[in-house]
């Protein structure tokens, strides 16, 4: 009898196609998706048979496994909610700010639907996509004119671009940032055709560095907040009104980057203070820009503030028109900048500021309830206790402050058997259908419950956690 040919054991890509297990990945996926999937599990197989041609042939059932496992990888890296437990309040790749319900409604509301864009409901003939949300902003910072890109890095790029392309733009050796990603301030003078003029040193500069860098090549004065660190000892910076003074006396403008930039005095909240956009105007600045979703809470964009002439030459820059927000930010921005017309109910109605304000001795309830039901799911697994922690704005914004916050512990017991360690107790947790994000600090799993307010989005689902297949 002659040997069977291993090649012509393997399943043909129509067969596992209508393999009833499969149906449901189709129905998910799509039938192209899932396709390119077989030919290229069955290519891997082909070249595996050919390396080794005594290796058993797989079975549809095992190459159906091997499809659902792929599949079920994308399904968790898609787009979605999870729950930040990290103690970080902004957390940039948790998606920074969470907006209020107000903002969302009208979200879907105005994505449901045609609007009004850019149309002018009394008129009838074309509007102004901008108008609205800049009167608004406006009215809250007491700024002349506004004006609203994709976000606070383009706000930059664009003010220098607009006023600064071919000139020269003197900025502190203490203030030469880096935010994170690509964002850092001598890469956005190059990228915006500026020549950046760097003055003082880093821990000192003073007004006559600036006052000496000034020439007739000279575009602006700019300042850039220094959110992600702070240089403590033998320092020296120049105040605001002092550089806003020489600027004038040069006939420049003056530009402060905020980057945070709050609309309102975070201190009445018992906060930290951070610079208002309105302490920045009066301070000097002609423009101002700052993130809208940093601690104003809003969606991602960015915001310019200050002098109508400026704004205007900003609003005629095509970049500008690159730039530009879509409806979904503009309606969310609306909403989220009205509810700063009412300072008093702000700690209650802006998720962002209801966190960051939530005393340490309100979450024990949330903390309660968690660390009951987490003891119960990993009894003899770990260790679960409630302990002080410190939790942080985050997103750069007062980078050395921290909050009192309340937080679970978990610690994997090393003579369980099994044992789970600390990273393999994180991934399970990651795994869960509404993914819990802690930290890990020390040999243990930390979950900071502040921007925890319902302990049920966790107890309704640790009955999925699975603990299965500890490493080695
Ligand atoms: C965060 C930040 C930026 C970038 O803002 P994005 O909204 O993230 O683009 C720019 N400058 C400063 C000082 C910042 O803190």
Redesign the pocket.
């Known amino acids: 009898m002659s040997p069977v040919n291993p090649m012509a054991q393997l399943p043909g890509v129509d067969r596992l196609l209508n393999a009833t297990d499969i149906q449901p990945l189709i129905n998910e996926f799509g039938r192209m998706a899932i396709t390119d999937a077989i030919r290229t599990l069955l290519t891997e197989s082909r070249q595996r048979l050919i390396v080794d041609p005594g290796s058993p042939p797989p079975n549809i059932g095992a190459m159906i496994e091997t499809l659902t496992v792929q599949f079920q990888q994308e399904r968790r890296s898609r787009l979605r909610p999870v729950l930040n437990l990290t103690g970080t309040v902004l957390h940039?790749n948790l998606g920074r700010a969470i907006l209020p319900a107000v903002a969302i409604d009208n979200l879907i509301r105005v994505s449901h639907s045609a609007s009004n864009l850019e149309f002018d409901l009394t008129t009838g003939k074309r509007g102004d996509r901008d108008t609205s949300v800049e009167a608004l902003i406006c009215q809250i910072t007491g700024a002349e004119a506004a004006t609203v890109v994709n976000?606070?890095?383009?706000a930059?790029l664009l003010v220098l671009q607009s006023l600064g392309h071919g000139k020269e733009i003197p900025v502190s050796r203490g203030e030469l940032?880096e935010?994170g990603g690509s964002?850092r301030i001598p890469e956005i003078m190059t990228s915006s055709g500026c020549k950046l003029v760097e003055v003082g040193a880093t821990n000192r500069t003073h007004l006559q560095d600036f006052a000496g860098a000034i020439n007739d090549q000279t575009a602006l004065l700019m300042k850039?907040?220094t959110?992600?660190y702070e240089i403590k000892g033998f320092t020296a910076s120049v105040p605001e009104s002092e550089l806003a003074t020489l600027a004038h006396e040069h006939g420049l403008p003056f530009v402060n980057?905020?980057?945070?930039g709050t609309l309102i005095d975070l201190s009445r909240f018992g906060l930290p203070y951070e610079p208002t956009a309105q302490d920045a105007l009066t301070a000097g600045a002609d423009l101002v820009t700052f993130?809208?979703?940093?601690l104003l809470g809003g969606p991602?964009a960015?915001i310019v503030v200050g002098r109508k002439d400026l704004i205007d030459r900003l609003k005629a820059s095509p970049l500008k028109r690159a730039l530009r927000v879509d409806k979904m930010t503009m309606v969310a921005l609306y909403e989220v900048l009205k509810l700063y017309r009412h300072p008093d109910t702000l700690q209650q109605t802006l998720p962002t500021l209801r966190y960051l304000s939530r005393p340490a001795d309100a979450m024990m309830p949330v903390a309660h309830a968690v660390h009951a039901a987490l003891q119960e799911t990993l009894a003899g697994v770990a260790d679960v206790d409630i302990i002080d922690c410190m939790s942080q704005i985050g997103?750069?914004s007062l980078p050395l402050e921290r909050l009192p916050s309340k937080g679970l512990a978990i610690t994997p017991c090393i003579d369980a058997n099994p044992s789970y360690p600390v990273h393999q107790l994180a991934l399970a947790f990651r795994a869960l259908p509404l993914p819990m994000i802690g930290r890990i600090h020390d040999g243990q799993l930390i979950f900071d419950v502040r921007t925890l307010e319902d302990a049920s989005l966790v107890l309704d689902q640790l009955s999925c956690l699975s603990l299965s297949a500890p490493s080695p």
Do not use: E, M, Y
């Open positions: 940039t976000n606070n890095a383009a930059v940032v935010i964002f850039v907040h959110s992600n980057d905020l980057g945070s993130s809208g979703d940093k991602q960015g997103s750069g």
